[in-house]
């Protein structure tokens, strides 16, 4: 138990405050969460606290690529299709701007990543300036059970090292909501420390590559691994760039696939379901004939124009010397480092092996989430079998053990691996989320007490 480790350096006596609810993370979904909060309760009626790893928090939707557009409407934002009246809204925000006509003049339902990026980061200013508890840099290392004197949980301890040097905390909370996001994943081939530096993942591609050419690179090179959405942005982005960019896209399918992106399809995600949580729905109806990436049909039709006109002889293709190369069906075996800095990937094709060195290695492979299995490594005696969430999110206890008000939710945990925060489509389940939340905190615990006080006076009777 993390308790027993830190009881040298942690205090964890029952004086400390404790709060009404923590949020672990201040991402999206923290966001999102809080938004509609809000739109319940009066901030000011509730104690609650926010732990970020980060020191700050860049809220993004996926790569930050200039030209990258949402697959979505800007209606799915945080809280707009719950309460379309509160101050959290993506319309408020351009109001609060002074963007709403410029962006009704636009005619674009689908807003830019750098809009979406500038609307998350004006929410997380907010809510802080709103009076919201946010502690940066602090990295969470798990969460703990404390007993009261009726043998049952009152509160839940939350343990993590804060700040540069690391100084080990503890919190304490009635309610502990876990949302915190995804992290970068990479290829096993691409994790070597001796390969990092020519490695840059897709998400952090365009502030690399930015660098880079400040700096003077003079790389050409590019290899882009992956099939779907991110591995496309990537590739547009390049497109328009500096000629002498040489593109070699790897991916194991055997062309870029368009999602189904339907009015259908649409309204089926954003249909509340009172029995299935809105990432159950989703999977069924995005994979139910897909299990491989996919992107945006406008978007595949852009690369496919692009590349036809990089076969057209002119002065800029001339300085290009070859249009951007598709290696489909093709799987990245082994990675290595020359003498030269370079990196030579193997590769494989229809039993065919290859290299090639590349200056830059970028991976389109997606997100990884959390192992929530190791942060409640210490309530393992307390849960019902291992960490499980019902249709609200909340984790499942064993019955009896904790307290009226006390409970533990977990956002991230139904979902596809890594899809949490970064996939478009997720943007239309935020607000079902976090309303499923809310009402689990709340409007369901006080029907439960409400039927208990009735049951109770009619035994009295």
Request: glycine residues 8%.
């Amino acid at each position: 138990m993390i308790s027993s480790e830190l009881s040298p350096t942690v205090s964890s006596d029952h004086s400390l405050p404790v709060y009404d609810i923590l949020t672990i993370g201040f991402g999206t979904t923290a966001l999102s969460l809080a938004a509609n909060l809000a739109s319940t309760i009066p901030q000011s009626a509730l104690k609650t606290l926010y732990l970020e790893a980060h020191p700050q928090k860049a809220w993004s939707p996926g790569p930050s690529l200039p030209a990258a557009h949402m697959s979505t409407s800007f209606i799915s934002d945080l809280v707009t299709s719950n309460e379309p009246r509160s101050k959290y809204t993506f319309v408020n925000f351009l109001y609060t701007r002074n963007l709403l006509v410029d962006y009704t003049n636009l005619g674009r339902v689908q807003p830019s990543r750098e809009l979406v990026r500038a609307y998350l980061r004006w929410c997380g200013e907010e809510f802080i300036r709103d009076g919201a508890e946010v502690r940066f840099g602090c990295e969470v290392l798990g969460v703990e059970a404390a007993k009261g004197r009726s043998g049952e949980v009152e509160a839940f301890r939350v343990f993590a090292r804060e700040g540069e040097k690391g100084e080990l905390r503890e919190w304490r909370a009635r309610k502990v909501v876990c949302a915190m996001g995804v992290e970068l994943a990479f290829p096993a081939i691409l994790k070597s420390k001796s390969l990092k530096v020519a490695v840059v993942h897709a998400a952090e591609f365009r502030e690399e590559l930015e660098k880079r050419e400040k700096d003077g690179w003079r790389g050409r090179e590019i290899a882009v691994v992956g099939g779907g959405q991110h591995a496309a942005e990537v590739v547009e982005y390049l497109n328009g760039k500096n000629p002498r960019y040489r593109v070699t896209v790897l991916m194991e399918e055997q062309h870029f696939r368009a999602d189904e992106d339907t009015a259908f399809t649409t309204t089926t995600l954003q249909t509340s379901h009172p029995l299935y949580p809105p990432e159950l729905i989703r999977g069924s109806v995005l994979h139910e004939s897909t299990t491989y990436p996919t992107a945006s049909s406008p978007l595949l039709d852009s690369l496919y124009a692009a590349q036809y006109n990089q076969r057209i002889p002119s002065k800029q293709n001339k300085l290009r010397n070859s249009a951007t190369r598709f290696l489909s069906s093709t799987t990245v075996t082994a990675a290595r480092r020359d003498v030269g800095g370079k990196i030579i990937l193997s590769t494989t094709c229809h039993g065919q092996t290859s290299e090639k060195p590349f200056d830059l290695v970028v991976p389109a492979t997606g997100y990884k989430r959390h192992d929530y299995g190791a942060l409640f490594a210490g309530m393992t005696s307390i849960l019902d079998g291992t960490v499980s969430v019902n249709r609200d999110y909340a984790v499942n206890f064993r019955r009896g053990v904790l307290e009226e008000d006390c409970g533990v939710w977990v956002l991230g945990m139904l979902g596809g691996e890594g899809e949490d925060d970064v996939d478009d489509s997720l943007f239309q389940i935020l607000c079902e989320r976090s309303r499923r939340v809310v009402r689990s905190m709340f409007e369901e615990r006080k029907g439960k007490t409400k039927q208990r006080e009735v049951e109770n006076m009619k035994g009295s009777l």
